[in-house]
């Protein structure tokens, strides 16, 4: 029976990695997706992150319909730190809990909650910097050394001073904490772009069209700061992965019993030497998903390049 | 006998393959260029007049190459077989280049002096003193006034013009054989661009050096070259001596290139057009490449590619009209201008 | 009918510098020029890179603020206007930029960016306004179905005709040309220019056309100003100037340009030296550091020059060409040594 729900699984990532390359490759007048995912076809590196991150985001979305346990189900105190098997894939950890379930559910958790907190800082990040960016002037300044002075704190201290005071969190208010620390290079990204487009010719034709500031912005200027942006987000997913694993294994993320890979790893430690199951396979994805980020959005950098699309 | 030429290319064809498919950039380019002469390259944006340029040094970068067959020979040397090793000995020293924007040229971190005094220290054994020295006379050669305080100056602290002429003596420092310019003077202000000219030519009447001058400004051509070469879409499509060609022009293209001009006389009449575009260089059209656009293509040329005829002492043209001259008298509207897009 | 008048007008932008970006000077861009356009007449407004022609072109339509001086437009006074006032007013008056690149949103359609005008002004909306954007880009020489694509799918001349078209659809009285065929090849420059000149015709527009090729100036206007370090140095009607040249800046200009014909025998006037920085402009006559002119003297570099009538309808800047209104006994103590004269030269035409 799981076995059929793997395969289904496996037929559903072969069909989206099928339409995609159909998409890049298919005929027909040429939309700027499309010459950005045929660019983004040509870096064997990137279309393997790609995949990678597609089979990460399929298995741990069916998670439930997939695992082979219940990730807090502790299945017998005689099974603790239970070496990998043909019934239990990765083991067991200290409380005698199947860690391939967990780290079934922990993917699902990480990335979750990477993706909410991304989403938030992405769009904080824009508007604070297409504002500063656009208005100019000393708002400007003044918006901009506030962030300067936010980003010369570690952004791990910041997280683990914010982390002690609000404990225990919940994971709203981690996915909160890690979306409001993660912004401010997304500002400056954006407002360095928005004082560039700003001098472009395009927008003095739309002032002299008699466009009003509010519509310059909407069309003008933050369509064309999208691709950057994209980039920046990809690779701040990787970022905040890496971050709320970090949070979660010093114990002031995602709360126990819930798995998350930091929190996973985290109950590994102790038993390294004697049950190295535990944090080897939690840890391992988190390298894939992290790595698989950076490269997509490096990948992401390069075709999505105006001066390479243009030729 | 007639003397060897400096410089002789032969069927130069430079491809780039992408993932689009293969642009024929340059396409069976053949020309060679005498010692102290000066020869005109002209054409419009994408016709290879550039990649041309960049094939005789062998700077095409991937995933352009110069295809097997090509020749580039100079000084009897074929510089198609030379290791990378030789032919970076050439560069500099016997084929030189300057590019439209000096400011990418220059590195922004050192002075002038340092970057012309660094050209022969690549090239041979000098002292740092004698090759500071030299820099510093050829600043003053191009036209710098107080070159040995200027050689400190750093490249941003200069005009644009004045830029340029360090990159022309930056390129002379080793006294080369052929001193290639691309676009010299695009980038400069007409009363500047006249000052480089008369540079270059100065220069040339004292070193006997070869000018190769690639440009889209008839008007530079006739006034510093005394044969023109014409491209039109990867090949070669009219050669002749300067008063021959603007006497007497005999390609379709190099009469519209002529007629496009506004110039006095033509005070706000209709300007004479070459419909369309200059086509892709991954799908040149079939038959005569300019067909499209001519008005007077008849059905060869749609169908057979013209060869260069010779029409004159020194002068070719690459145009059935020179076997059927009578189809001058009947010009009618161009395909290109019936289709009703404009360029 | 006058339909542009512009009177002093300067414009300088404040060098700041220090840790405090206290103001420590100003490049004067743009002088004090002043010059009218009538309806329907084109102008054409010359000059080397940083001699503030672009600036000036801005600063009447106040995409940039100018300095100081007057505007009017159509019998409105455009520097006194409100920003709500001045949205409106921006119908009348369009601009089309040099760069095609840069000049179109990568991101919308041909067919959005043309319509954009539209809607500000809320001039057609709907299928209305889809068919006034067919009938806009086929008048310009482009095929209604260019509307859905984008601008990276187009050759820089067909990019420039969009942005024709986007100017057009407001239907302007008066559109500043900057440059608009300096990044174009000849024969799409051609092409440009006689839809340009189309267009004037049929909608009776006024163009102020600002160029640095004095070839295609001559070719597409009526009068022409010529501009030096910021201040307009010669004006007059355009086959007046080109064949009879009185400022010694405008004289070297044309002889400088290249002319396709290998036996045309003239003189060049090679300038020496480099355009002065508008930062720190030479004393008295801008041009004088460079200037050629026989009578050239100290008084060049003490007093600057006006812009008066030379001749019928002729204007230029200088004070040793007859007639003038800085007597020789005050060119004399500011030390003039040779008398002004009367010299009109004759360009040789090809």
Same mark, same amino acid.
């Given at each position: 029976?799981?076995?059929?729900?793997?395969?289904?699984?496996a037929?559903?990532?072969?069909?989206l990695?099928?339409?995609?390359?159909?998409?890049?490759?298919g005929?027909?007048?040429?939309?700027?997706?499309? /010459?950005?995912?045929?660019?983004?076809?040509?870096?064997?590196s990137?279309?393997?992150?790609?995949?990678?991150?597609?089979?990460?985001? /399929?298995?741990?979305a069916f998670?439930?319909w997939?695992a082979t346990?219940?990730?807090?189900?502790?299945?017998?105190q005689?099974?603790?730190n239970?070496?990998?098997?043909?019934?239990?894939?990765?083991?067991?950890?200290?409380a005698?809990?199947?860690?391939?379930?967990?780290?079934?559910y922990?993917?699902?958790?990480?990335l979750? /909650?990477?993706?909410?907190?991304?989403?938030?800082?992405?769009?904080?990040?824009?508007a604070?910097?297409?504002?500063?960016?656009?208005?100019?002037?000393?708002?400007?300044?003044?918006m901009?050394r506030l962030?300067d002075?936010?980003?010369?704190?570690?952004?791990?201290?910041?997280?683990?001073?914010?982390?002690?005071?609000?404990a225990?969190?919940?994971?709203?208010?981690?996915?909160?904490?890690?979306?409001?620390?993660?912004?401010?290079?997304?500002?400056?990204?954006?407002?360095a772009?928005?004082?560039?487009?700003?001098?472009?010719?395009m927008?003095?034709?739309?002032?002299?069209?008699?466009a009003?500031?509010?519509?310059?912005?909407?069309?003008?200027?933050?369509p064309?700061?999208?691709?950057?942006v994209?980039?920046?987000?990809?690779?701040?997913?990787?970022?905040?992965?890496?971050n709320?694993?970090?949070?979660?294994?010093?114990?002031?993320?995602?709360p126990d019993?819930?798995?998350?890979?930091?929190?996973?790893i985290?109950?590994?430690?102790?038993?390294?030497?004697?049950?190295?199951?535990?944090?080897?396979?939690p840890?391992?994805?988190?390298?894939?998903?992290?790595?698989?980020?950076n490269?997509?959005?490096?990948?992401l950098?390069?075709a999505?390049?105006?001066?390479?699309?243009?030729? | 006998?007639?003397?060897?030429?400096?410089?002789?290319v032969?069927?130069?064809?430079?491809?780039?393959?992408?993932?689009?498919?293969?642009?024929?950039?340059?396409?069976g380019?053949?020309?060679?260029?005498?010692?102290?002469?000066?020869?005109?390259?002209?054409g419009?944006?994408?016709?290879?007049?550039?990649?041309?340029?960049?094939?005789? =040094?062998r700077?095409?970068?991937?995933p352009?190459t110069?295809?097997?067959?090509?020749?580039?020979?100079?000084e @009897?040397t074929?510089?198609?077989?030379?290791?990378?090793?030789?032919?970076?000995?050439?560069?500099?020293?016997r084929i030189?280049m300057?590019?439209?924007?000096?400011?990418?040229?220059?590195?922004?971190v050192? %002075?002038?002096?340092?970057?012309?005094?660094?050209?022969?220290r690549?090239?041979?054994?000098? %002292?740092?003193?004698?090759?500071?020295?030299?820099?510093?006379?050829?600043?003053?050669?191009?036209?710098?006034?107080?070159?040995?305080?200027r050689?400190?100056?750093?490249?941003h602290?200069?005009? @644009? @013009?004045?830029?340029?002429?360090?990159?022309?003596?930056?390129a002379l420092?080793?006294?080369?054989?052929? =001193?290639?310019?691309?676009?010299?003077?695009t980038?400069?202000?007409?009363?500047?661009?006249?000052?480089?000219?008369?540079?270059?030519?100065?220069?040339?009447?004292?070193?006997?050096?070869?000018?190769?001058?690639?440009?889209?400004?008839?008007?530079v051509v006739?006034?510093s070259t005394? #044969?023109?070469i014409?491209?039109?879409?990867?090949?070669?499509?009219?050669?002749?001596?300067?008063?021959e060609?603007?006497?007497?022009?005999h390609?379709?293209?190099?009469?519209?290139?002529m007629?496009a001009?506004?110039?006095?006389?033509t005070?706000r009449? #209709?300007?004479?057009?070459?419909?369309?575009?200059?086509p892709?260089?991954?799908e040149?059209?079939? @038959?005569? #490449?300019?067909?499209? #656009?001519?008005p007077?293509?008849?059905?060869?040329?749609?169908?057979?590619?013209?060869?260069?005829?010779?029409?004159?002492?020194?002068?070719v043209?690459?145009?059935?009209?020179?076997?059927?001259?009578?189809?001058?008298?009947t010009?009618?509207?161009?395909?290109?201008?019936?289709?009703?897009?404009?360029? | 009918?006058?339909l +542009?008048s512009?009177?002093?007008l300067?414009k300088?932008?404040?060098?700041t510098?220090?840790?405090?970006?206290?103001?420590?000077?100003?490049?004067?861009?743009?002088?004090?020029?002043s010059?009218?356009?009538?309806?329907?007449e084109?102008?054409?407004?010359?000059?080397?890179?940083?001699?503030?022609?672009?600036?000036?072109?801005r600063?009447?339509?106040?995409?940039?603020?100018?300095?100081?001086?007057?505007?009017?437009?159509?019998?409105?006074?455009?520097?006194? +206007?409100a920003?709500?006032?001045?949205?409106?007013?921006?119908?009348k008056?369009?601009?089309?930029?040099?760069?095609?690149?840069?000049?179109?949103?990568?991101?919308?359609?041909?067919?959005?960016?043309?319509?954009?005008g539209l809607?500000?002004?809320? !001039?057609a909306?709907?299928?209305?306004?889809?068919?006034r954007?067919? $009938?806009? !880009?086929?008048?310009?020489g482009?095929?209604?179905?260019?509307?859905?694509r984008?601008?990276?799918?187009?050759s820089?001349?067909?990019?420039?005709r969009?942005?024709?078209?986007?100017?057009?659809?407001?239907?302007?009285?008066?559109?500043?040309?900057?440059?608009?065929?300096?990044?174009?090849d000849v024969?799409?420059?051609? $092409?440009?220019?006689?839809? !340009?000149?189309?267009?004037?015709?049929a909608?009776?527009?006024?163009?102020?056309?600002?160029?640095?090729?004095?070839?295609?100036?001559?070719?597409?206007?009526?009068?022409?100003?010529v501009?030096?370090?910021?201040?307009?140095?010669?004006?007059?009607?355009?086959?007046? !100037?080109?064949?009879?040249?009185?400022?010694?800046y405008?004289?070297?200009?044309?002889?400088?340009i290249?002319v396709?014909?290998?036996d045309?025998?003239?003189?060049?006037?090679?300038?020496r030296?480099?355009v002065?920085?508008p930062?720190n402009?030479?004393?008295?006559?801008?041009?004088?550091?460079?200037?050629?002119?026989?009578?050239k003297?100290?008084?060049?570099?003490?007093?600057v020059?006006?812009?008066?009538?030379?001749?019928?309808?002729?204007?230029?800047?200088?004070?040793?060409?007859?007639?003038?209104?800085?007597?020789?006994?005050?060119?004399?103590?500011?030390?003039?040594?040779?008398p002004?004269?009367?010299?009109?030269?004759?360009?040789?035409?090809?």
């Amino acid at each position: 029976m799981l076995a059929i729900r793997w395969l289904c699984a496996a037929a559903l990532i072969a069909a989206l990695c099928a339409a995609l390359r159909r998409f890049a490759h298919g005929s027909g007048r040429t939309s700027r997706a499309r /010459v950005v995912l045929a660019r983004y076809a040509s870096h064997p590196s990137a279309v393997i992150a790609l995949v990678a991150l597609i089979v990460l985001y /399929v298995v741990s979305a069916f998670s439930p319909w997939l695992a082979t346990h219940d990730p807090i189900e502790i299945l017998a105190q005689a099974l603790a730190n239970h070496p990998p098997s043909r019934e239990l894939l990765f083991g067991t950890d200290f409380a005698g809990r199947d860690v391939f379930s967990r780290v079934l559910y922990g993917t699902r958790i990480s990335l979750s /909650v990477a993706l909410l907190a991304t989403s938030i800082s992405v769009v904080l990040g824009t508007a604070y910097g297409a504002t500063a960016g656009f208005i100019g002037g000393t708002l400007d300044t003044v918006m901009m050394r506030l962030v300067d002075a936010f980003l010369s704190i570690p952004r791990i201290v910041l997280l683990i001073a914010i982390g002690t005071l609000w404990a225990p969190l919940s994971i709203t208010s981690l996915i909160l904490i890690l979306g409001l620390t993660a912004w401010f290079g997304t500002s400056r990204l954006v407002r360095a772009e928005v004082l560039s487009l700003k001098e472009r010719e395009m927008v003095a034709a739309a002032r002299a069209l008699g466009a009003r500031d509010l519509a310059i912005v909407r069309r003008h200027l933050l369509p064309n700061v999208l691709s950057p942006v994209i980039v920046a987000a990809t690779l701040g997913v990787a970022g905040v992965i890496v971050n709320e694993a970090a949070l979660s294994f010093l114990g002031i993320g995602i709360p126990d019993p819930t798995p998350s890979l930091g929190n996973i790893i985290h109950d590994g430690t102790p038993y390294l030497a004697t049950a190295w199951w535990v944090a080897l396979f939690p840890g391992i994805v988190l390298v894939i998903t992290a790595l698989a980020c950076n490269l997509a959005g490096d990948g992401l950098r390069d075709a999505m390049d105006p001066r390479q699309v243009d030729r | 006998m007639t003397p060897r030429p400096l410089l002789s290319v032969e069927e130069l064809r430079t491809y780039f393959r992408t993932s689009a498919g293969v642009a024929r950039a340059v396409d069976g380019v053949s020309f060679s260029i005498a010692a102290n002469e000066s020869v005109g390259v002209v054409g419009e944006s994408g016709c290879g007049k550039s990649v041309t340029s960049l094939s005789l =040094l062998r700077l095409i970068q991937r995933p352009g190459t110069i295809e097997p067959g090509s020749k580039i020979e100079l000084e @009897g040397t074929d510089l198609l077989s030379l290791d990378d090793e030789s032919m970076r000995r050439i560069r500099g020293n016997r084929i030189a280049m300057i590019f439209q924007e000096p400011m990418t040229a220059l590195n922004p971190v050192f %002075t002038i002096g340092a970057q012309l005094a660094e050209v022969p220290r690549v090239h041979e054994h000098i %002292t740092r003193r004698d090759a500071w020295a030299r820099a510093v006379e050829m600043l003053g050669t191009v036209g710098i006034p107080d070159p040995a305080e200027r050689a400190h100056s750093y490249p941003h602290q200069l005009s @644009g @013009g004045m830029r340029q002429r360090v990159m022309i003596g930056m390129a002379l420092m080793l006294s080369p054989a052929l =001193l290639i310019a691309d676009e010299p003077t695009t980038a400069l202000d007409v009363t500047i661009q006249a000052q480089i000219l008369e540079l270059l030519a100065e220069l040339r009447a004292r070193t006997a050096m070869s000018v190769l001058l690639i440009t889209h400004d008839l008007g530079v051509v006739a006034e510093s070259t005394s #044969r023109v070469i014409v491209m039109y879409a990867g090949e070669i499509v009219e050669q002749a001596g300067v008063r021959e060609l603007f006497a007497q022009p005999h390609h379709p293209y190099t009469e519209g290139l002529m007629a496009a001009m506004p110039r006095a006389g033509t005070k706000r009449e #209709r300007l004479t057009v070459i419909p369309g575009a200059v086509p892709s260089p991954y799908e040149w059209p079939s @038959g005569c #490449r300019f067909h499209e #656009r001519c008005p007077y293509a008849w059905e060869r040329c749609e169908r057979e590619h013209p060869p260069l005829y010779e029409i004159g002492v020194g002068h070719v043209s690459r145009c059935h009209l020179a076997v059927e001259p009578e189809r001058r008298a009947t010009p009618h509207l161009p395909l290109a201008a019936r289709a009703g897009a404009g360029a | 009918m006058t339909l +542009l008048s512009v009177r002093d007008l300067t414009k300088h932008f404040p060098i700041t510098g220090g840790v405090m970006r206290r103001v420590i000077g100003a490049v004067r861009a743009v002088d004090g020029i002043s010059f009218d356009v009538a309806q329907g007449e084109t102008l054409g407004l010359v000059g080397e890179s940083g001699c503030g022609k672009t600036t000036a072109g801005r600063a009447i339509l106040r995409l940039i603020e100018p300095t100081s001086g007057e505007i009017f437009f159509d019998g409105t006074d455009v520097r006194a +206007l409100a920003k709500e006032p001045l949205r409106k007013l921006r119908r009348k008056m369009q601009i089309v930029f040099q760069d095609p690149f840069s000049s179109l949103n990568p991101r919308m359609t041909v067919g959005a960016s043309v319509r954009e005008g539209l809607t500000i002004h809320k !001039l057609a909306e709907g299928s209305a306004a889809d068919a006034r954007v067919r $009938q806009l !880009l086929e008048e310009v020489g482009l095929r209604a179905e260019h509307a859905t694509r984008y601008p990276h799918e187009f050759s820089g001349g067909q990019r420039q005709r969009v942005g024709i078209a986007r100017a057009l659809a407001v239907e302007p009285k008066f559109i500043v040309c900057d440059e608009p065929v300096s990044a174009l090849d000849v024969s799409v420059q051609a $092409q440009v220019i006689n839809l !340009l000149q189309d267009l004037q015709r049929a909608h009776g527009l006024a163009y102020l056309f600002i160029a640095h090729d004095l070839s295609v100036v001559e070719h597409i206007a009526d009068r022409v100003a010529v501009m030096y370090l910021g201040r307009i140095v010669e004006l007059a009607r355009a086959d007046e !100037l080109y064949a009879m040249p009185l400022m010694p800046y405008t004289q070297a200009l044309l002889s400088a340009i290249p002319v396709p014909d290998p036996d045309a025998k003239r003189e060049r006037i090679v300038l020496r030296g480099d355009v002065p920085s508008p930062a720190n402009p030479p004393s008295g006559c801008p041009f004088h550091p460079r200037c050629q002119h026989p009578q050239k003297d100290a008084a060049c570099s003490a007093i600057v020059p006006p812009l008066e009538l030379k001749e019928p309808n002729h204007w230029a800047a200088c004070i040793k060409q007859l007639p003038t209104r800085i007597s020789w006994e005050e060119q004399q103590s500011a030390g003039a040594t040779r008398p002004p004269e009367r010299i009109v030269p004759v360009r040789a035409t090809a």
